[in-house]
Nanobody, 114 residues
Framework: QLQFVESGGGLVQAGGSLRLSCAAS????????MGWYRQAPGKQRELVAA??????RNYADSVKGRFTISRDNIKTMYLQMNSLKPEDTAVYYC?????????WGQGTQVTVSS
């Protein structure tokens, strides 16, 4: 069994910053890539950023230069979000891949006011 604790969401004004954290616990053996996805009302869930166990990163074009994903060990991941825009408003979900399966956190709300 794999569980996640997400934190760091909240309400911020445009131009502000937030830092999301995701800590995995339980059966973490075999964890590979981790990432952040987001889903805005009425829209599909989309990849924001991902990082492999080796440290390779990729970002959605919409967040390049503003967001930074990091991982300080196999089970803890962060998303530093700077220069936030109202269109970044969404529920952000932690994701981890293990043996080809996807595991999800419960989500944390990020709201950016204009």
């Amino acid at each position: 069994q794999l569980q996640f604790v997400e934190s760091g969401g909240g309400l911020v004004q445009a131009g502000g910053s937030l830092r999301l954290s995701c800590a995995a616990s339980g059966d973490i053996f075999g964890l590979n890539a981790m990432g952040w996805y987001r889903q805005a009302p009425g829209k599909q869930r989309e990849l924001v950023a991902a990082i492999t166990s080796g440290g390779s990163r990729n970002y959605a074009d919409s967040v390049k230069g503003r967001f930074t994903i990091s991982r300080d060990n196999i089970k803890t991941m962060y998303l530093q979000m700077n220069s936030l825009k109202p269109e970044d408003t969404a529920v952000y979900y932690c994701n981890a891949k293990k043996y080809g399966y996807d595991f999800w956190g419960q989500g944390t709300q990020v709201t950016v006011s204009s």
